[in-house]
């Protein structure tokens, strides 16, 4: 090139001095950019290989958990079922039941979920007693003993009491969670 024609334009000579070193400093700053987007990703990324196992396994024990609570807590749905299963389990047991009353609380004031709440009064012996409260807990998963009151129902020998037992079994939709 002609070193003249810069010399006739200055404007030409000042964008030839000008724009390489712009051109220089735009490609770094972008480049440098990407590459730290690009190292973001990576991080990011093995994070997540890092964390997704885990989270595989707490999604596949959080499924497991839900179909066992579909076998096992959602075969009761009704308070007539609980008095029937209840009776049942006390019959098993040796458990004499004198009353027993089941009442719905709807979710709300503090509940996430509906529950059927039972009251039994009955006698037996703390073996019996004991054994009855093990087997309602044991078959029903949602099933959960609230409170026990016991008293001796004779002075003599025969070592009965008088329990009164509180239970509180929380209502599974079959469909996939709580109702």
């Known amino acids: ?31 440098a950019l990407l590459e730290r987007r690009a190292h ?4 990011r990324i093995e994070a ?8 595989v396994d707490a ?7 839900l179909e066992h609570f579909k076998e096992t807590g959602g075969s009761i749905q009704s308070e007539e079922q609980l008095i029937a299963f209840l009776r049942e389990t006390a019959v098993h047991a040796g458990f004499s039941v004198d009353t027993l009353k089941v009442d719905r609380e709807v ?3 503090g509940r996430n979920t ?13 073996a019996v007693i004991q054994q009855f ?17 016991l008293t001796q129902a004779h002075v003599d020998e025969s070592g009965e009491y008088r329990a009164e037992l509180s239970f509180e079994l929380l209502l599974f939709n079959a469909a996939g969670g709580a109702k």
């Open 1 to 31: 090139m002609d070193v003249g024609t810069f010399k006739a334009s200055g404007a030409r000579l000042t964008a030839w001095l000008v724009i390489p070193p712009v051109l220089i400093v735009v490609c770094g700053v972008g480049g």
């Open 114 to 126: 509906d529950t059927l709440a039972a009251s039994v009064k009955g006698t037996g012996t703390l």
């Open 48 to 55: 997540l290989s890092e964390a997704l196992p885990q989270l």
């Open 107 to 109: 979710a709300g004031k």
């Open 59 to 65: 999604r596949m024990n959080a499924q497991l958990l």
């Open 133 to 149: 409260m093990r087997d309602v807990g044991a078959s029903q998963d949602l099933l959960s003993d609230d409170a026990i009151k």
């Open 40 to 43: 973001w990703e990576t991080a």
